[in-house]
């Protein structure tokens, strides 16, 4: 252990906070398997396989599952694990904490995540930027409109450093390395902000809707505070044959790395096609916020071990 | 050869790029939202010394170099070369004025060194950070000038010169630093 003690009092105050908040929301804690068979594909995401079985890189699979079962506000924290995630802000163990509340869209979504750091980290409101205005502002280009190669000017005008295996025809690659490089670094400088409406590509499990400006979006949002990525959620896709498709694609575009492909979610396939009702969820990190919280630099100065 | 690959890249790892050996000597793990991790490293070229900033996304790899260190005593110095063997096996290495640089001035005979050794050339020396040398030339103390902050140049045993305060005599013994060429202290003559 060799961290000081004074920060464990802190962090243990932030997870008592977190539950009360929760509790005064009327939300009801859960368990789910750290330990599954299965667990959701993601392209740029390693679950840690043990014994036929995969350590959880998050506990949506079996939280949707719960919410399909018919609880219909739920939250946990937990552990996930992530295969080869190590810095700073990384840690291949880490602490999630997930809620799950049906009946949200994606503003409702993201007006209780707000409420949630403001009661946790006596923050003010925070402010409200499309990954569009975003994009506009910190890295100058339409991120909806641009094709591949315009973003790729773009990267070599700013003298971005490109690695050597970009997928260069692939939008999302030049759009994440843009976003890491020249927004991310900018957002929530003065007060915590919200960055909504994705790339429809970049939808992962949110849903994806037409905008009433005609660009096609994914109902996803992140939460930034001094830059740093705080939590992920959604207006949560209910449709099961859409979210087979998209895995599908996650899978082959894994395979298209040379990275291996993943089983499919079929338990919670399943409890969707038995009807998963409309919700959103959201997942934070938690090691993140008491970093936050501590004023430290790195998660490691706020967990006991690394 | 061995190679690494982005999810074994750490702090000290020894690596090569188009047959230039650097060692990773910073290391910034970044993963933004659900993107692919970027791995932002500052090389240091083990040759020249320098430091380079690359991005490397996941998924691709590095070569390793073959460089090792080891404890090599100078021997003599060959035309424009410096010669040192290896304390272990005795091998002997040559290495160039430019590999050994500015400390190459305050190298004396039988002085260990760190030779760093890549695909079995050497590619450059370290030495102790100080060494005791003697006095080999100055011009004498004036009276009335023994301040320590008056100083004179003095030339040493293996013919560097250097700045040492006025009240030194040929003789004496100074302890100077390899890295800067400065004097530090005057010393007693080595055991």
């Known amino acids: 252990m060799h961290q000081s003690l004074a920060h464990l009092q802190r962090r243990s105050e932030l997870l008592a906070a977190l539950r009360l908040f929760f509790f005064e929301h009327d939300f009801v804690e859960v368990e789910t398997p750290l330990l599954a068979p299965e667990v959701i594909p993601e392209l740029h995401i390693d679950p840690i396989a043990v014994e036929a079985a995969w350590l959880q890189a998050s506990p949506e699979l079996h939280m949707k599952r719960l919410v399909a079962a018919g609880m219909p506000a739920i939250f946990q924290i937990t552990r996930s694990f992530r295969a080869g ?15 799950y509340r049906t009946g949200d869209d994606m503003h409702a979504g993201m007006k209780l995540l707000d409420q949630l750091c403001q009661a946790i980290l006596n923050t003010p409101v925070a402010s409200q930027t499309t990954y569009g205005a975003a994009f506009s502002q910190h890295a100058g280009i339409c ?9 790729a000017t ?20 030049w759009l994440n390395l843009l976003l890491a490089t020249q927004v991310e670094p900018r957002l929530g400088q003065t007060a915590p902000e919200i960055v909504y409406d994705y790339p429809a590509s970049q939808a992962a499990l949110a849903k994806v809707e037409r905008r009433e400006d005609g660009i096609k979006v994914a109902r996803r949002f992140e939460l930034y505070a001094s830059g740093i990525e705080l939590a992920n959620g959604y207006d949560e896709l209910t449709d099961a044959a859409e979210l087979r498709l998209r895995l599908t694609q996650v899978n082959a575009a894994r395979q298209a790395e040379g990275r291996p492909a993943l089983p499919l979610p079929e338990s919670l396939l399943e409890a969707m096609q038995q009807g998963l009702p409309n919700c959103s969820g959201c997942a934070l990190g938690f090691d993140r916020l008491a970093m936050l919280a501590l004023g430290t630099d790195t998660i490691a100065e706020a967990r006991a071990f690394y | 050869m061995a190679s690494y690959n982005t999810n074994e890249f750490r702090k000290g790892l020894k690596v090569q790029i188009d047959g230039v050996p650097f060692q990773i000597i910073e290391m910034n793990f970044r993963k933004p939202g659900k993107g692919a991790a970027l791995y932002e490293c500052k090389l240091k070229n083990l040759i020249r010394g320098t430091v380079t900033d690359k991005t490397y996304r996941a998924g691709q790899s590095i070569e390793a170099a073959d460089v090792s260190e080891f404890t090599a005593q100078y021997l003599y110095r060959q035309g424009a070369g410096f010669v040192f063997m290896n304390n272990e096996d005795y091998e002997q ?14 190298l004396k005979e039988g002085l260990d060194c760190q030779l760093i050794v890549f695909n079995d050339n050497p590619i ?10 003697q006095v080999e030339y100055c011009e004498p103390t004036t009276k009335g000038n023994t301040a320590t902050n008056v100083q004179k140049p003095v030339k040493l045993e293996t013919g560097a ?18 890295r800067t060429g400065d004097y530090i202290e005057r010393s007693k003559a080595p055991e």
Do not use: C
């Not at chain 2, 004025?97 to 001035?105: C, I, P, S, T």
């Not at chain 2, 020396?125 to 040398?133: E, M, S």
């Open chain 2, 161 to 178: 010169e250097i700045l040492a305060p006025a009240f030194i005599n040929i003789g004496d013994w100074l302890r100077v630093d390899t």
């Open chain 2, 124 to 133: 450059g020396v370290t030495a102790p950070n100080h060494v005791i040398l």
């Open chain 1, 85 to 99: 995630e190590r810095g700073a802000l990384h840690n291949p163990e880490f602490t999630i904490v997930e809620w």
């Open chain 2, 93 to 106: 290495y040559e290495l160039s004025e430019d590999q050994v640089g500015d400390a190459g001035r305050f």
């Open chain 1, 143 to 151: 991120p909806h409109t641009s094709s591949a190669d315009q973003l």
């Open chain 1, 154 to 173: 773009r990267a070599k005008e700013l003298r971005l450093d490109i690695p050597d295996n970009m997928q260069v025809d692939d939008r999302d690659e």
